[in-house]
Structures are given as C-alpha cells and as structure tokens.
C-alpha cells in the first residue's frame, strides 16, 4: 500500500472508533429499556460499522477505480456501493448481536429486520448522508483540498499573510512529446501523470493550488513543513510512482513522463478573488522566485532545486541530500540566491 493509503487507512480507524464510542454513549440516552452493558459492544459497531465501511471502500475501491469517472457518475455509483455495503454490514451487526430497530419485540429475522420502518428510516438517512459526502468531495476535488470550506466559510474573504512553502513541477520536454504524441493523447498523459502526483502530494500532506498546463503548483504551510522533508519527499515518491509505471506509461503512450522541479518559501499574501467564479489566489515574491528557480533547473539540467531559505527550514534525513550550486542570480532579480540540488543516496 502506498504511503498516502497508509495515512487514510489510519484516520479512518481513528474517525470510526471515535464515531463508534458516540453512538455507544449516546445510546442509554435514546433507548426506552434499561441500561444493559451488553449493548456496548453491539452499540459501538452499530457505529463503527458504517463509518469504516464507506471508509474503506473509498480507500481501496473507489479511489482505485472510480476516481477518474465523470462528475455524476462517480457519486451515484460510489453511494449505491457504499449504501448497500452499509446495510448489509448493519444488518449483520443487528442480527448476530441480538439487537433490531425495535429492541422490545427482539426480532431477528433478515426481512423483518430490513422492512421495520426504524430500519428503513436509517437506510435512508444513511443513503441522504452518503450523497452528501460524495458530492462534496466530487466539489473539492474541482477546488482543491479544502478550497470549499475555505470558500463558504470566507477563511480568506479579507486578505491576510502566512507562510508558505511552494514547489513548481513541470514535465520535461512537454512540446517534443506532445507533437510526437499528438495534443490529445498528451492530455491523457497529462491527467495520469496529474493522477500520480495527487498520490505523491497526499504521502507528503500537501497540497495543489493549481495546474497551469504541464505544470501543477503545490504548496505546504511552513509549520507542518518545517522540521521535516514533505517537500522533498514528494518529489521523490512522483519518481518512484512512475518509475514503478514505466511500462504503463511506455505502453499506453510511448514514453515515460520526466519531470524538474523548484522549491522556496516565504510569506505570501492569500485572499478570495472573483464574483461569478470565486478562487483563492496567492500574491508575493515567494511564487515569482519559485518560478524563476526552476528556470535554473531548465538551463542547468538539474532536476530539483531548492533555496537555501527553504533547506534551513527543513531537516532533510537520509536517503536524501543538498549539495550547493552555488550563488545564482535569477532573472529579473538584482542579488543572487544561494541554490542547492537535492539528491537521493
């Protein structure tokens, strides 16, 4: 399983225990009949059920397989998987712990189980609630990472300050392999490449701004970044994901995708921008000079550079390592900036 599997396999048992526990406390307090101690277990996977389940399936069905249909596609079929998963996990639980919707009456039989209007109250609730994740995670994935949130509870309606740190990736040689590939199949090569370092940036708890052709933007705050090598260890998990696809790539479009990219951080403005289309946008000399970094990468041949600002904000461990090029002055800049390369061992 890939790191960033790993990460959401940990949260969802995190959030489905949590989840679990409230519906065992909050138990005693609904239910009419006394207080059984029994009914903890029963209670706790009444609740934990559901939740780990759609977890789950989101981790290792539909963002395997599903991730790249279209729009309304994707949440009707990922909810009728996930409804019917649910019910059925819920139905098992009921049963198999002598419980049912009405607890009096002890019944335990599938379709009375299933067609008692308790039950049929929550398969709906159940079914409401799930469409209502899907759509909104279908949202965010079109605004980024938490950009829905931001935007409908105005986070960034007035402009303010923080720092960041922002990498510039862009695949090489982008012209020559698109008109030896043609304009079409190079967006597809583009979306699975796109699709590939979504993987990379969630190992590394990052995050896209925005994708400006062959090129993605991705920042990380500089208190969770610092201390650590996300940063780099993004860069790096892109290469193994598509040195690990190579023959994919090289069957599909008949080559393999490489890529450069630039790092520096700073403190940059951030503020919500547009009426009829609303996005946040990002202002300051951090992005220019990011930008112009990666212009060395291009006339120097390196694959990664980063400033030296952002290398004292990191610990970068082994495997990985900085090595100097030296003092360089960047296009449209008066004093030179310390670069360094960094390299895996």
């Not at 960033?4 to 679990?20: E, N, T, V």
Request: hydrophobic content about 45%.
């Amino acid at each position: 399983m890939r790191t960033s599997g790993k990460m959401r396999l940990k949260k969802s048992l995190i959030l489905a225990a949590i989840f679990g526990t409230g519906v065992a406390l909050v138990f005693p307090l609904v239910d009419d009949m006394p207080w059984n101690p029994a009914y903890i277990p029963a209670t706790f996977l009444i609740g934990f059920v559901p939740v780990i389940t759609v977890l789950f399936i989101d981790i290792f069905v539909i963002s395997k397989y599903f991730k790249r249909m279209h729009g309304i596609l994707y949440v009707l079929l990922s909810t009728v998987i996930n409804l019917t998963l649910i019910t059925a996990m819920l139905l098992l639980v009921i049963i198999t712990m002598n419980l049912s919707p009405d607890y009096h009456s002890g019944e335990s039989d599938v379709l009375e189980v299933l067609t008692h209007p308790d039950t049929q109250i929550s398969i709906w609730s159940i079914g409401v609630t799930i469409l209502l994740i899907q759509m909104y995670s279908l949202l965010n994935s079109f605004l980024g990472k938490g950009m829905l949130f931001r935007l409908f509870f105005g986070v960034y309606h007035r402009p303010r300050e923080e720092e960041k740190i922002f990498m510039f990736l862009d695949v090489k040689s982008s012209t020559a392999i698109a008109e030896k590939i043609g304009h079409l199949k190079f967006l597809s090569l583009l979306q699975e490449f796109y699709y590939d370092l979504s993987e990379a940036v969630a190992a590394s708890r990052g995050e896209i701004y925005k994708y400006v052709g062959d090129e993605a933007i991705i920042i990380w705050k500089m208190k969770k970044a610092g201390h650590n090598d996300d940063t780099v260890k993004c860069f790096f998990e892109l290469k193994k994901i598509i040195s690990q696809k190579e023959a994919f790539y090289l069957k599909k479009f008949g080559t393999v995708p490489g890529f450069k990219a630039a790092a520096h951080c700073g403190r940059v403005v951030i503020g919500e921008i547009g009426i009829e289309k609303k996005e946040i946008s990002y202002l300051g000399d951090v992005i220019n000079t990011t930008a112009r970094i990666e212009e060395v990468c291009s006339r120097s041949g390196k694959d990664f550079l980063i400033s030296k600002d952002t290398l004292d904000h990191m610990q970068i461990k082994d495997p990985y390592h900085a090595v100097s090029i030296g003092e360089v002055t960047l296009r449209g800049k008066d004093l030179p900036l310390t670069l360094f390369e960094v390299q895996v061992q």
